[in-house]
């Protein structure tokens, strides 16, 4: 099974500032046939399903606001959240799907002061 | 717009079975490989199961190999999830998904949800 590492667990950030959060695969999912990294991201708010943020690992998905950007390759990718609004206080997920079982990252907890 | 709902979560005791039911609507759901995710209480999102679009491949989870049958019914737009012989560890609130045209096993639409509780 591929295990996914995210880091930290959790952080605090100003409204404004930058927030990084690294997502580090057990092995690289990175398909060359098709040069693409099979990597996802997503937002978890309480009470809310799971929002999509992005695939093959920088692809933002519909309606995400360019604040969001992911990046990375082989075995370590990243989503960077620039100039945090408080609606970004969420846990973020990363998600591999290389193979099955499809696997996530244990969550970051992102909190706005 | 694309509507998934989620149906048939409750209380059950330990050993147990209960089925989880999703009803699709706003795209053509046999175009699609179909899913179901969980969340226990605290704790982060795990992959169960997923279909392929005709129902010939199919994928567990290991801790479920045995205990839970996906399956779908194309002609009324459903996603099932089969639980047999429950566990405390399976509480959680089990959401179905869909995965996105642009990408393989990618989540674009959810439920809401439905929690499943077992419990004595």
């Known amino acids: 099974d591929i295990v996914m590492t995210q880091s930290p667990d959790s952080l605090v950030v100003s409204l404004g500032e930058r927030a990084t959060i690294n997502c580090k695969s057990s092995q690289s999912i990175f398909y060359s046939s098709n040069n693409k990294n099979y990597l996802a991201w997503y937002q978890l708010k309480p009470g809310q399903p799971p929002k999509l943020l992005f695939y093959w690992a920088s692809i933002r998905d519909s309606g995400v606001p360019d604040r969001f950007s992911g990046s990375g390759s082989g075995t370590d990718f990243s989503l960077t959240i620039s100039s945090l609004q408080a609606e970004d206080a969420a846990v973020y997920y990363c998600q591999q799907y290389y193979n099955t079982p499809i696997t996530f990252g244990q969550g970051t907890r992102l909190e706005i002061k | 717009e694309v509507q998934l709902v989620e149906s048939g979560g409750g209380l059950v005791q330990p050993g147990g079975s209960l089925r989880l039911s999703c009803a699709g609507s706003?795209?053509?759901?046999?175009?699609?490989?179909m899913t179901w995710v969980r969340q226990a209480p605290g704790k982060g999102l795990e992959w169960v199961a997923n279909i392929k679009q005709d129902g010939s491949e199919k994928h567990y989870l290991d801790s479920v190999k045995g205990r839970f049958t996906i399956s779908r019914d194309n002609a009324k737009n459903s996603l099932y999830l089969q639980m047999n012989s429950l566990r405390a560890e399976d509480t959680a609130v089990y959401y179905c998904?869909?995965?996105?045209?642009?990408?393989?096993?990618?989540?674009?639409?959810w439920g809401q949800g439905a929690l499943v509780t077992v419990s004595s």
């Open positions: 706003g795209f053509i759901f046999s175009s699609y490989w």
């Open positions: 998904a869909r995965d996105i045209a642009a990408a393989g096993w990618v989540f674009g639409y």
